[in-house]
């Protein structure tokens, strides 16, 4: 058999073909080891902490949600060569972490935590945690009614009402897994009047309660908002006046009415708007008698109010005022009526002066006091620097020059002065 026919072929020197292949394969290996080992020392890798990688939850069935606290992060090692680490290469976005949902039905699961690099020079050797428990429950929705709540009641200002408040729409839905669901007892729409006189309607943010009054959170309500609609009604008006006591009949003879005082001598009242408005700045007590009287007393007296007006007081005491009568034997005594007088008011404005007289009690010489005619006494309130407006003044008492007079008491002895802009006909306007 020739040579070129059957037998293996023999290289220069006496050597087969495949002897050389072999040398050559093992020379090519030896320079890979050389290479990688140079590279290994010159850059060699490293494992590096990456913490903090957000987990995705995918593949979650139809219909269902997790339920409670779920691990949200894991903390990856990565090797890599220390170049690549070092220039920042390998960061968050090419790292990922990823628990497959796929297939799980409700309840309770222990679930594997799949961690890749899309860095194809780092690699992921390990992770913490490994595992993740997941909860999975049926979303359900169920209808309740919106309950709207005045939160602040004590807000009211005082002479008015609140009704009850109104949202619309009256009917939400509550969305989210079986367990919070049938937690919620209610949905609320809390309202704040924070003493508004006035109508309020504002939308509110709806919160889903538990039957102990506690918020259910993890659950949708659809829609999340309601329009609340409140309404205040003013009930009553209130006004401050002065108190003043009547008190017919004459006392023995030989003693006179030296003081009448009363406690308070302010009150505030409370009534319909339309009446309270139409009120004196001064109301009178039932009248106090005091015929025959020779010593001074004290009595609880009701006020004289106009019907539908009352005091405003937490007590039923608060209804009356405590008269204090003191009665003196006469040195010499009398009460005058003056009516009042005014000084000081500028061009262009009238005045109205309510009462427009008061009781003053004087006491000195019985000569002086039988001479004396009620012209002599000038009761005067002063308007200086007053402009329009309603004013409580205190006025002065002026006696005839040199009278030996005293006065003992005035009452009121404050008036209820308002001071209003003349018009061009003369008629004053508000």
């Known amino acids: 058999m020739s040579e070129r026919g059957g ?3 023999r290289t220069q020197g006496g050597r087969f073909w495949w002897a050389d292949a072999s040398s050559a394969a093992l020379a090519l290996l030896l320079a890979t080891v050389v290479w990688v080992v140079a590279i290994y020392e010159q850059d060699p890798p490293r494992t590096d902490p990456f913490d903090g990688i957000p987990i995705k939850y995918v593949n979650l069935g139809p219909g269902l949600e997790m339920v409670g606290t779920v691990t949200e992060r894991a903390n990856l090692q990565v090797r ?3 170049s690549h680490l070092q220039s920042q290469a390998v960061s968050s976005s090419v790292l990922e972490a990823m628990v497959d949902l796929q297939g799980l039905g409700e309840g309770v699961h222990n679930v594997d935590v799949r961690v890749q690099s899309f860095d194809k020079s780092a690699l992921v050797v390990g992770h913490t945690p490994a595992r993740v428990v997941v909860h999975l429950e049926q979303r359900i929705q169920r209808e309740l009614d919106v309950q709207p709540v005045m939160a602040d009641p004590e807000t009211v200002p005082l002479g008015f009402e609140a009704a009850p408040p109104v ?3 009256r009917r939400v839905t509550v969305r ?4 919070l669901v049938e937690q919620v007892d209610k949905v609320e729409a809390r309202v704040w009047l924070r003493g508004s006189k006035s109508a309020i309607e504002a939308p509110v943010g709806l919160v889903a309660l538990d039957a102990g009054g506690g918020a259910v959170t993890g659950v949708d309500i659809v829609p999340a908002t309601a329009t609340v609609a409140l309404s205040v009604e003013q009930l009553a008006e209130f006004r401050d006046v002065s108190i003043r006591v009547p008190a017919p009949g004459t006392p023995a003879a030989g003693y006179w009415i030296s003081n009448i005082t009363v406690e308070p001598a302010a009150v505030t009242v409370q009534g319909r708007p339309e009446i309270i408005r139409q009120m004196a700045s001064v109301v009178e007590t039932l009248p106090v008698d005091v015929t025959g009287v020779k010593e001074s007393f004290t009595r609880r007296v009701s ?10 007081s937490a007590g039923t005491s608060g209804q009356t005022v405590l008269v204090q009568v003191e009665v003196t034997p006469i040195i010499g005594g009398k ?11 500028r061009s262009g404005y009238v005045v109205n002066i309510t009462p427009s007289t008061v009781d003053v009690i004087l006491s000195g010489p019985l000569p002086e006091l039988q001479a004396l005619q009620v012209e002599d006494v000038h009761v005067v309130v002063n308007l200086f620097g007053l402009g329009p407006g309603r004013f409580q003044v205190v006025p002065t008492v002026q ?6 007079l005293k006065v003992e008491r005035m009452a009121p002895d404050a008036v209820e002065v308002t001071i209003t802009a003349e018009t061009a006909k003369g008629t004053a306007t508000p």
């Open 7 to 9: 037998r293996p072929r």
């Open 80 to 82: 890599a060569p220390t």
């Open 167 to 169: 949202a619309s729409p």
């Open 176 to 179: 989210g897994p079986r367990s």
């Open 303 to 312: 006020l004289n109010l106009p019907e539908g007006v009352t005091v405003y």
């Open 335 to 345: 009460t005058m009526q003056p009516k009042i007088e005014w000084l000081g008011l």
């Open 399 to 404: 006696l005839p020059d040199g009278s030996n």
